[in-house]
């Protein structure tokens, strides 16, 4: 093979991260660690490849996590791992990707290509890599996306005594398919996605084993309970919307489910109105405002975002080191169950940056999913470095 | 880019292109005078007609790119002299019936690399802006109404990176001066559209080529702000004049953004399809 038909451009980029959690409270179970400030250490290389005409593309995002006090959350994973081809009106993508659906901020009701990395963060942002084939085809109409999603992922979950953990421990390594080929079961999604005017339009569709599982407590050998997962065979139709007009954008997406008890909905809907330059002063102050809602019966997955409302802000100072500070608040309107959180981050020099990242419970009630992370708010400070 | 101007990318046509350069060719040819005969006519109460037939005219020399393609590194420089520095790559594809289409993709700082912007500029009302946050490897539409706010933390404003259409501004030719040797024409424009950062603009049209040389900005309070000058211009397709170094000084914090510009390449035959908010996610 000529070398020219090789490659043309590569790129070797990512991050090396130091991080230390901070625990200001004591744990809900004595027999979980109770260290107050938690080390961790992330690793994600990036290599990007592309053809000389710009056709073919070779990704691979290996990503590593070592962290002192939760043997779970040391865990490797393949971010990415893909071969894609772009034609004139399609594009074939092979191998492990991330696929991000959806509008909302305060919940990502209609992403479900990926699987929760939920040790990363309890914020659900951070996903794990998904096999999958995707042929993807551009129309006048809009974009059309066709998924074949193979080798299911369980989800992550802490350690037996980690923090983050919840009420009771989970067996993460016992899952429960429904699915007789468990996790060598085949999944399909189909999207398609357009922009008209000042609208953005999404419509999907998924079937498949659930990312979701159910968590029904068992007993084990010692007496003790805990969760053990159950990943079931669902049918979800999403749709999202998002209306973008001046200095507002309104947003809703939610879907439908089959699967787990009778069929429900969930829906988050809301949204970001803009104060530019803020003062004269180039910052630009974002309100948000979302409404969480979820009709799911006890059969299902427990959610905390039955009856929610969620009130943020996002601070871009626009500055050289590119500083960013959101906040949010998310309050059950049922059991007043409140949670805080916050991030931060701005360049330190051209290669490093700092983020800083909170979470906090208040005045949560034993019923409240939250009850068993009710003493686990921390602080995370997160240094980076990009090469 | 679109024409010798500090335009980076979109651009909002309110007329079609074959209504200025009628108008363009009454202005400058009323009255069977030669164009420089027009423009070198006394100022007065034609200052206006005179301002605005040198920015028509910079325009019309500018038209037929159909699109571009260039690289660019932007260093911000602080009041006391510490620097950053981004690189971006920029595609435009020349609007016909609408305005431009663009998108810039950033490969520098490290932290942000692989985020891209995709805009399509309008007519009218405001234009359609996406972003590509790869670490999230989410594409969101965004509001596209802050045209005074400081682009990724340099001196330049959303707005002095829009190409300046014709009909966005009102002119007033001021006076025929020289700047570094070059005879110019000096023409005041003031922003006829909402929310910008500026009371009026003083921009210095170089006589031989109408290419911006230099640009004077003024806060709404009428305070001198800003300075941008742009060099090195070099000729594409034997037609279209680009710079290869655009300064731009703020003289109230003394800080300042250098973009230096390479790697021009023209009619690479863009189309519609490429510009498309659900290809932005694979393009670093």
């Given at each position: 093979m000529a070398p020219a038909a090789i490659a043309a451009e590569w790129e070797l980029a990512g991050f090396a991260a130091a991080e230390l959690r901070l625990f200001p409270n004591s744990t809900i179970d004595a027999a979980q660690n109770s260290e107050t400030v938690s080390p961790a250490f992330t690793l994600q290389p990036e290599l990007h490849v592309q053809s000389d005409s710009g056709s073919d593309r070779f990704v691979a995002i290996p990503f590593l996590k070592a962290d002192q006090d939760d043997s779970r959350r040391s865990h490797g994973d393949l971010r990415e791992l893909y071969w894609r081809r772009q034609g004139d009106a399609w594009a074939l993508l092979v191998g492990l990707n991330r696929v991000f659906w959806g509008v909302a901020e305060a919940r990502h009701v209609i992403d479900i290509i990926n699987q929760t990395d939920q040790v990363e963060s309890p914020f659900a942002e951070d996903k794990l890599g998904q096999g999958m084939l995707n042929l993807q085809y551009f129309a006048a109409v809009g974009t059309f996306d066709a998924y074949l999603l193979t080798g299911f992922r369980d989800r992550t979950f802490p350690d037996d005594?980690?923090?983050?953990?919840?009420?009771l421990p989970i067996d993460a390594d016992n899952p429960v398919f429904e699915a007789s080929s468990r996790r060598r079961h085949v999944d399909w999604a189909l999207r398609w996605s357009t922009a008209i005017a000042d609208w953005d339009i999404g419509l999907s569709h998924f079937r498949g084993t659930g990312r979701e599982p159910r968590l029904p407590t068992s007993l084990r050998a010692d007496g003790t309970a805990q969760f053990v997962p159950h990943y079931d065979i669902i049918d979800q139709t999403g749709l999202d919307l998002q209306f973008t007009h001046d200095a507002w954008i309104w947003k809703l997406e939610g879907f439908s489910r089959r699967g787990q008890g009778r069929r429900f909905i969930a829906l988050a809907g809301g949204f970001e109105y803009t104060l530019f330059n803020l003062a004269g002063q180039g910052y630009d102050l974002g309100l948000l405002a979302e409404y969480l809602y979820d009709d799911r019966d006890a059969v299902a997955p427990p959610t905390r975002f039955d009856d929610d409302i969620f009130f943020g802000f996002r601070l871009a100072l626009n500055d050289a080191a590119g500083t960013e500070i959101k906040g949010g608040a998310i309050l059950d309107r049922h059991s007043h169950a409140a949670s805080f959180s916050i991030e931060a981050g701005w360049r330190l020099a051209e290669r490093w940056r700092l983020n800083i990242e909170g979470l906090a419970f208040h005045r949560i009630p034993a019923r409240d999913l939250l009850y068993g992370l009710r003493r686990d708010d921390y602080l995370q400070l997160q240094l980076s470095r990009f090469f | 880019m679109k024409k010798a101007n500090p335009a980076l990318f979109s651009t909002r046509r309110i007329a079609p292109p074959w209504a200025k350069m009628i108008m363009a060719a009454f202005l400058l040819f009323a009255g069977g005078h030669a164009a420089n005969d027009a423009l070198a006519g006394p100022a007065g109460k034609d200052a206006a007609g005179k301002g605005l037939a040198i920015a028509i005219e910079a325009d019309r020399r500018d038209h037929g790119f159909k699109d571009y393609a260039a690289d660019m590194t932007m260093t911000l420089r602080s009041s006391n002299g510490s620097e950053s520095h981004r690189r971006l790559s920029i595609k435009v594809l020349e609007g016909r019936d609408d305005g431009d289409k663009s998108l810039i993709v950033f490969s520098r700082p490290r932290d942000i690399s692989g985020t891209a912007l995709l805009t399509f500029a309008h007519k009218k009302g405001n234009d359609d802006q996406w972003i590509y946050l790869p670490a999230l490897k989410r594409v969101k539409r965004i509001s596209s109404t802050n045209r005074s706010g400081a682009f990724v933390g340099s001196e330049f404003a959303y707005e002095d990176l829009?190409?300046?259409?014709?009909?966005r501004y009102t002119y007033l030719w001021l006076r025929d001066e020289a700047v570094d040797g070059q005879p110019a024409h000096a023409v005041e424009r003031t922003p006829a559209y909402q929310n910008s950062g500026y009371r009026r603009q003083i921009v210095w049209y170089d006589q031989a080529e109408f290419r911006v040389l230099r640009i004077e900005f003024f806060d709404r309070n009428n305070a001198l702000l800003k300075r941008f000058t742009a060099s090195d211009y070099q000729k594409y397709l034997g037609k279209y004049w680009r710079p290869a170094l655009m300064i731009m000084i703020n003289l109230q914090n003394d800080k300042s953004t250098n973009l230096s510009w390479k790697n021009y390449e023209f009619?690479?035959?863009?189309?519609?399809?490429?510009?498309?908010k659900n290809r932005i996610k694979n393009l670093r």
């Open positions: 005594d980690a923090r983050l953990r919840g009420l | 829009i190409r300046p259409e014709v009909e009619k690479n035959g863009y189309n519609n399809a490429y510009f498309n």
